[in-house]
């Protein structure tokens, strides 16, 4: 998956726990993107950040979730106050620049996040 | 970005080519076609690109109909790597829409 880092792979969090995952893009890329996949679904974007800025959160819900990309270290997606219905895994992807269709987006191998 | 029609599940057997078929009737002039993979439990890597040539790379082959309608990812040789989920997705040139919309797109299951 061409180096786009995520952690943790697995995440057990209690109802009302908050959740954080890192997500480290292939070096040199400056454009992060989140996604949220369900069982059995397709992906489905939440939020397209660049460095310090947050392009596009149109995908995001509009309370609990935030991410940011700082300047240095990872990008971070944080869910407080997690229900059951956040059990997803969260795809982190980067690109060199802005994604065109002739432009690759590289994933990384997910965050299972499991809401008990 | 307009949409695509992939079957739920396809089998083959290994070592026989895979012909993954892709309906896009909607297609507009500036939509490139990506497939993109899915191995159990990974992230979706991708495979391949084109707008209306057909294309080949190491992993495989992109055949694109003529009216650009439809289209058809092949393996030339499937291995049991290769049984994944298989995503067809428009994205368009002129559009710099990084929100890929992702179907169900097609199981593939490889029979040793």
């Known amino acids: 998956n061409a180096g786009v880092m995520q952690n943790p792979r697995h995440l057990v969090r209690r109802r009302g726990q908050e959740a954080r995952l890192r997500c480290s893009p292939v070096k040199g890329h400056s454009h992060v993107y989140w996604y949220r996949q369900l069982p059995e679904e397709g992906l489905k974007f939440m939020v397209y950040l660049q460095k310090e800025n947050i392009i596009d959160e149109s995908g995001m819900p509009k309370e609990r979730f935030s991410a940011e990309f700082p300047k240095e270290g990872p990008s971070i997606l944080r869910i407080q106050q997690v229900v059951r219905g956040d059990s997803a895994a969260y795809f982190c992807?980067?690109?060199?620049?802005?994604?065109?269709?002739?432009?690759?987006?590289?994933f990384g191998e997910g965050s299972w996040l499991t809401v008990v | 970005d307009a949409k695509t029609t992939q079957p739920n599940s396809m089998e083959s057997n290994e070592e026989e080519p895979v012909h993954l078929p892709c309906n896009h009737s909607?297609?507009?002039?500036?939509?490139?076609i990506h497939w993109y993979r899915q191995l159990p439990s990974q992230g979706p890597e991708y495979v391949i690109h084109g707008l209306t040539s057909n294309v080949n790379n190491r992993m495989a082959s992109l055949a694109i109909a003529e009216d650009r309608k439809s289209s058809t990812l092949i393996l030339h040789r499937a291995t049991l790597r290769d049984a994944a989920v298989y995503y067809c997705i428009l994205r368009d040139l002129m559009d710099s829409n990084y929100q890929l919309i992702w179907g169900a797109g097609t199981k593939l299951i490889i029979k040793p």
């Open positions: 909607t297609i507009s002039g500036t939509d490139y």
């Open positions: 992807a980067s690109s060199p620049g802005q994604v065109r269709s002739g432009n690759t987006i590289y």
